[in-house]
């Protein structure tokens, strides 16, 4: 069974579609935090075809994984340079195999924060997005409110803690681009909560405050946070379904990566720190990334 890398990609294009477009070139423009199956088959799905047109090659994707079972993704994804399939059934049963190649670094937080944050500081990064699921953005199911008294949230604020929390990460990562006199990137919540943006305002801001008030006051004037409506179907895979594509599996990979044919997605907002333009429609399908700068 070949393994799926960088090295043997090439040689798998007569059973399933494989990037056309020099992967060594792209960097990454994008920092996304929980890079799980919607991720994979979504956002980076997405990147994949507009870098197989010549396009979107300064946004390419860093995924971080915050939580002990990600160093299983962690672990795949450098295995497999960053590679995965996608993994599309048809309703008619067919199913659609294509390898991406979008993520080209994949960052562990609880092996290195420092690395986490300075990607995230680095001016190169316009946005970071996130799926860390509804209960992720520490609101207290009474109140509504952020819950500073959450133990994670209380050790991140300690003096001298290193941030641990998305929260933590994401402000320090902030903070660094205030004193360094360079624009915000973009907080994308690509989660399934109604006003996913709002919430994620609400959220980091009030971290923010407990932290700085200029600096939550910054957050608040300069650092966008739009909402989103994002939609497919990505069950996990079984087991037939990674043995159906043995040339592109390991015993056990990130991909394939199943998922329905019919996607959507909507973003908007005003993005200091850069712009990526692409919209789509079909048949079956429809996305729109549509940003303005």
């Known amino acids: 069974m070949t393994a799926l890398t960088q090295e043997t990609v090439a040689a798998l294009s007569e059973t399933v579609a494989v990037p056309s477009y020099d992967r060594s070139r792209l960097t990454a423009g994008i920092v996304h935090i929980g890079v799980g199956g919607f991720h994979r088959a979504h956002q980076a799905m997405y990147l994949d075809r507009?870098?197989?047109?010549?396009?979107?090659?300064?946004?390419?994707?860093?995924?971080?994984?915050?939580?002990?079972g990600d160093a299983r993704m962690r672990d795949a994804l450098t295995a497999q340079d960053g590679l995965y399939t996608l993994v599309l059934k048809h309703p008619d049963g067919t199913r659609e195999a294509r390898v991406i190649g979008s993520i080209i670094d994949y960052l562990f937080a609880p092996d290195d924060p420092e690395a986490v944050i300075e990607k995230?500081?680095?001016?190169?990064?316009?946005?970071?997005?996130?799926?860390?699921?509804?209960?992720?953005?520490?609101?207290?199911?009474?109140?509504g409110?952020?819950?500073a008294q959450a133990p994670a949230i209380r050790a991140d604020l300690e003096?001298?803690?290193i941030p641990a929390t998305v929260f933590g990460l994401v402000t320090e990562a902030l903070r660094r681009r205030r004193a360094r006199?360079?624009?915000?990137?973009?907080?994308?919540?690509?989660?399934?909560?109604?006003?996913?943006?709002?919430?994620?305002?609400?959220?980091?801001t009030a971290f923010a405050r407990l932290v700085d008030d200029g600096l939550a006051d910054w957050i608040e004037a300069a650092v966008a946070f739009p909402n989103s409506m994002v939609d497919r179907i990505t069950p996990s895979p079984p087991t037939r379904?990674?043995?159906r594509w043995p040339s592109c599996s390991a015993s056990w990979t990130p991909g394939p990566s199943p998922a329905s044919p019919s996607r959507s997605g909507c973003w908007r907002t005003t993005s200091p720190a850069g712009a990526?333009?692409?919209?789509?429609?079909?048949?079956?399908?429809?996305?729109t990334w549509s940003r303005t700068s």
């Open 50 to 68: 507009l870098m197989n047109e010549g396009k979107a090659h300064d946004w390419a994707i860093c995924g971080v994984g915050l939580l002990p």
């Open 120 to 143: 995230m500081a680095d001016p190169s990064v316009r946005i970071v997005s996130l799926t860390v699921t509804e209960g992720g953005y520490n609101i207290h199911p009474v109140t």
């Open 145 to 147: 409110a952020f819950d």
């Open 159 to 161: 003096p001298g803690a």
């Open 181 to 204: 006199g360079l624009v915000p990137f973009t907080v994308m919540s690509c989660d399934n909560i109604q006003g996913n943006g709002e919430v994620a305002r609400h959220s980091f």
């Open 241 to 243: 379904t990674e043995k």
């Open 276 to 287: 990526l333009r692409s919209r789509r429609r079909g048949s079956r399908s429809s996305g």
